[in-house]
């Protein structure tokens, strides 16, 4: 029985209610009059249900289609301006006794070299990654108990805080590990990480068994219910995601909403994040053999519907997507991309050649952190190395408040300009500090409120003097 303040994963992803929401919105794909009701709903940005939502994604009217795109577009520059911020996945170890069907990582694997970071090792890819410029990082790993146990990630989340490299410094550790226990995501909050990330893969329970067919991760509810687990850990922020090219993306769609709607339900706050990975080519991996592949135009209205249905909810691409697919779709409602990524273990001190590469999957977007941040100029998008909010207690519902009442642009406005100047001073190419001080000078132009304008010129003076970590 569909019931999304329930606890069991079979109630708030009620497969039933899934399929009759499918059948909804198939039967209504051209009912101008509701999908009209629907829209002025949207309008008001205060979010769709997964129902009315599961109808956009359906519409085929095409003059109906253009007024959903220029609607995400509209709530996307209503919530997150023209900022986008950036962080990098770190890899810290590939070993995992699962046995996931689309994941090179899985146990039967057994030529992917396997490999754990040490410390020493951690110390060294930190570095790197600030010498790159980032701020932000998502760790990821496999499931391991044995080597990988919960001990090893807060060790790790330790040490990566603890390293500041020239004037570089990792402000904010997104987590991205297997299910856990309410104890360890404890754990993880009393380490201080920003969002918990843990994608779902598929919703579809059936399956998600037959994807993950050995391993912890084959039982449905223990990851479904994940979730509700960390924040009852304490961790306010979390990150869903469903693997799109495993299930079919309409099923997907409605099933991610509803999990949206259980948190808001029972914690009050939905999730921090939504990622939209696209299953890729990887190692023994073959995309093509997987049924429910989605293409671009598909994938552009997921986007734009997951942004009008949850405005307040910041959307996630990461390099697995190209330049070209990355750039359609930032406008519609992306709010984060990862920039100079590397899929690897090790791989950005020590970048392997692909034979005795341990990458989970291929990187579509290859460009350096320079090149995308230029190119994020270029295209009119302030690129935000910005982890304020995180640093100062404005998460979970607090930060919802703020957002949903739109009043976060007062903050990361500011915080993106200025954490943007920290990056030309340190580590820019001529030619993009070229752009950005430009860049710099039309967005500070464009701040409404004198006293913040006022602030913000003083501190990117000091930026430029050699102070770092200026917040609002
Ligand atoms: N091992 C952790 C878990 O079980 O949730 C998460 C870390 S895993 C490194 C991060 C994500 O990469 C997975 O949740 C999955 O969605 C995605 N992934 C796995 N194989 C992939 C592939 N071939 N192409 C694209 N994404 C993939």
Redesign the pocket.
């Known amino acids: 029985m569909y019931n999304p303040k329930s606890c069991k994963a079979e109630e708030f992803i009620d497969n039933e209610e899934v399929l009759a929401s499918l059948k909804y919105a198939q039967e209504n794909k051209n009912n101008v009059e509701l999908i009209d009701k629907i829209l002025e709903k949207a309008r008001l940005a205060k979010g769709l249900t997964h129902r009315e939502a599961a109808v956009l994604l359906d519409c085929e009217i095409e003059e109906k289609n253009k007024e959903i795109f220029a609607l995400a577009e509209q709530i996307k520059k209503d919530f997150y301006g023209n900022r986008i911020v950036l962080f990098a996945p770190l890899?810290l170890s590939n070993y995992?006794v699962?046995g996931?069907v689309?994941?090179?990582?899985h146990a039967k694997n057994k030529h992917i070299p396997r490999k754990k970071l040490t410390q020493d090792e951690i110390k060294k890819e930190v570095i790197a990654l600030q010498d790159m410029g980032h701020k932000r990082l998502a760790i990821?790993?496999?499931?391991d108990p044995q080597n990988n146990p919960i001990e090893y990630i807060l060790e790790s989340i330790k040490t990566i805080y603890s390293i500041k490299h020239k004037n570089g410094a990792i402000r904010r550790v997104n987590v991205?590990?297997?299910?856990t226990t309410v104890e360890n995501y404890k754990k993880l909050h009393e380490a201080g990480i920003g969002t918990y990330i843990?994608?779902q893969?598929t919703y579809n329970k059936e399956s998600y068994e037959k994807l993950h067919p050995t391993g912890p991760?084959h039982n449905y509810a223990y990851h479904t219910e994940a979730m509700d687990r960390a924040m009852q850990g304490g961790i306010d922020d979390v990150g869903l995601?469903v693997?799109f090219g495993l299930e079919s993306y309409r099923y997907e769609f409605s099933a991610l909403l509803m999990h949206a709607e259980h948190l808001e339900a029972v914690f009050g706050v939905g999730p921090h994040t939504i990622s939209v990975?696209?299953?890729?080519?990887?190692d023994d991996?073959n995309?093509e053999e997987f049924d429910n592949g989605i293409d671009d135009d598909i994938f552009a209205k997921i986007v734009a519907c997951i942004r009008i249905a949850v405005p307040y909810t910041g959307m996630i691409i990461s390099t697995?997507e190209s330049e070209k697919c990355r750039e359609r779709l930032l406008h519609l409602g992306i709010s984060q991309i990862s920039g100079g990524s590397k899929t690897s273990v090790g791989g950005y001190f020590n970048p392997m050649p692909e034979d005795e590469d341990s990458s989970?999957?291929d990187v579509s977007d290859r460009r350096s952190l320079d090149e995308v941040i230029k190119w994020l100029m270029k295209l009119g998008y302030l690129p935000s190395f910005c982890t304020a909010c995180y640093g100062s207690g404005r998460t979970g519902d607090r930060f919802m408040e703020i957002c949903k009442s739109q009043q976060i642009h007062n903050f990361c406005h500011p915080n993106a300009i200025m954490t943007l100047k920290e990056y030309l001073e340190d580590y820019a190419s001529a030619d993009t500090k070229s752009v950005g001080e430009k860049l710099i000078e039309k967005e500070v132009e464009s701040l409404e409120k004198s006293d913040i304008k006022d602030i913000v010129l003083k501190n990117l003076s000091k930026i430029h003097s050699g102070e770092r970590n200026f917040k609002f």
């Not at 990821?140 to 499931?143: A, F, H, I």
């Not at 990975?277 to 990887?282: E, G, H, L, T, V």
């Open positions: 890899y995992c699962n996931c689309y994941c090179p990582y990821e790993s496999g499931e991205n590990i297997a299910a843990l994608f893969e991760k995601g693997l990975p696209r299953i890729k080519k990887a991996i995309p697995r989970q999957f």
